[in-house]
């Protein structure tokens, strides 16, 4: 499959392009709002797993390129720039494509990372309702940590939670994921639970905080 990552050249784009390039023999596209930012980390993602023994290329493009014709498009922007972004490719998107969204809202406080829901409910369910009718959403991969994820050296061994309304779907994204060395994908239901899965990722982050040795967690169900 062509698994294009709109924003891939940030954080969890760059953990998602690594594993996916790795373990997979998916074909996978970095996409930027800059065509020459995409190159660059493109580059930089080969040469990464160059170093590792994996000689893979990794195709790059400007985000509306990237999306055209990908079987999976994740929208690996930040949560406030999600709307956009889908506005930006939804003429590329068809009902073959599926749109992925790992993106949370939070806010910082004093006190610690608040989940920050849309008025959607959740960021998987406001990007149901930009996406075209025909185009399937799904959400995934809200709770890895894109640090660990991107650190190859790094066993991992997490969870991905994943919710949508179209089985098929859902099937893709959980084939993709399952691919990844060290994630298993777990159905949590359609996407009127998103929610619960997105506000988990603020819980992650203040247990990191406050907790000695524990960072870049992820989630295990067991
Ligand atoms: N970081 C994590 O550990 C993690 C884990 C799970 C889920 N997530 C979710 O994944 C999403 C991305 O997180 P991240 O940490 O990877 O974010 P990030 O590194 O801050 O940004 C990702 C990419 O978003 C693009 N971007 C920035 N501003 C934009 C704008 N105004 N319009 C469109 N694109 C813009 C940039 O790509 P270009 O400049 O190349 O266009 C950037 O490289 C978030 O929604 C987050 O909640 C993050």
């Known amino acids: 499959m062509q698994i294009a990552l709109l924003g891939g050249t940030g954080d969890i784009g760059e953990g998602l392009a690594l594993r996916l390039a790795a373990d997979t023999d998916h074909e996978v596209v970095v996409g930027s709002r800059k065509a020459e930012k995409a190159s660059e980390k493109a580059g930089e993602y080969e040469r990464e797993l160059a170093g590792r023994g994996h000689e893979v290329a990794i195709a790059h493009a400007e985000n509306p390129d990237a999306a055209d014709g990908a079987d999976v498009v994740v929208l690996s922007v930040p949560a406030y720039h999600l709307s956009s972004t889908i506005e930006s490719v939804a003429d590329r998107l068809d009902a073959g494509t599926v749109l992925v969204s790992p ?43 894109a640090g660990r ?37 777990l159905r949590a239901g359609g996407l009127g639970n998103a929610a619960e899965v997105e ?24």
């Open 103 to 145: 993106a949370v809202g939070m806010k910082r406080e004093d006190d610690g990372m608040h989940y920050n829901p849309p008025d959607a409910g959740s960021v998987t369910a406001l990007a149901r309702t930009i996406a075209p009718d025909d185009v399937p959403v799904v959400g995934a991969y809200h709770n890895l940590p």
């Open 149 to 185: 994820l991107a650190d190859l050296d790094a066993d991992v061994d997490w969870d991905v939670a994943i919710v949508g309304d179209d089985t098929a779907a859902v099937e893709t994204v959980e084939s993709v994921t399952a691919g990844v060395d060290g994630l298993r994908p």
């Open 199 to 222: 506000s988990v990722t603020a819980l992650l982050i203040n247990l990191a905080r406050h907790n000695d040795g524990l960072h870049d967690l992820g989630v295990r169900f067991q």
